[in-house]
């Protein structure tokens, strides 16, 4: 069964920083692309960065570009979220997930496998 842990949520002050991580365990995670999606409250769920599976590749949402940035390390079966000078409107619950393929997907129906959410709160 495959698990994704999604951590490093938290408050944050306008202009501050966090950084979000997701541990995935019971299949194969260096051939999967992975993404960040996230859900602000009464908005549908949107794409906020994707990766292939083995970095070279990536894509971001336009509101996020040059703040966000999505990496991996396929030792440790992890995929990572920088994000920094972080807006209001950035508050949301975030979510890891894992590709059924090995690009960078922005559609939520190329993802199988979800984690269970971290919340990001930022403060004016």
């Known amino acids: 069964q495959v698990q994704l842990v999604e951590s490093g949520g938290g408050l944050v002050q306008t202009g501050g920083s966090l950084r979000l991580s997701c541990a995935v365990s019971?299949?194969?995670?260096?051939?999967?692309?992975m993404g960040w999606f996230r859900r602000a409250p009464e908005k549908e769920r949107e794409i906020v960065a994707s990766i292939n599976w083995s970095g070279g590749n990536v894509y971001y949402v336009d509101s996020v570009k040059g703040r966000f940035t999505i990496s991996r390390d396929n030792a440790k079966n992890t995929v990572y979220l920088q994000m920094n000078s972080l807006k209001p409107e950035d508050t949301a619950v975030y979510y890891c997930?894992?590709?059924?393929?090995?690009?960078?997907?922005?559609?939520?129906?190329?993802?199988?496998?979800w984690g269970q959410g971290t919340q990001v709160t930022v403060s004016s």
């Open positions: 019971g299949r194969t995670f260096s051939d999967a692309g």
């Open positions: 997930a894992r590709s059924y393929d090995s690009g960078t997907y922005y559609n939520d129906k190329s993802y199988g496998f």
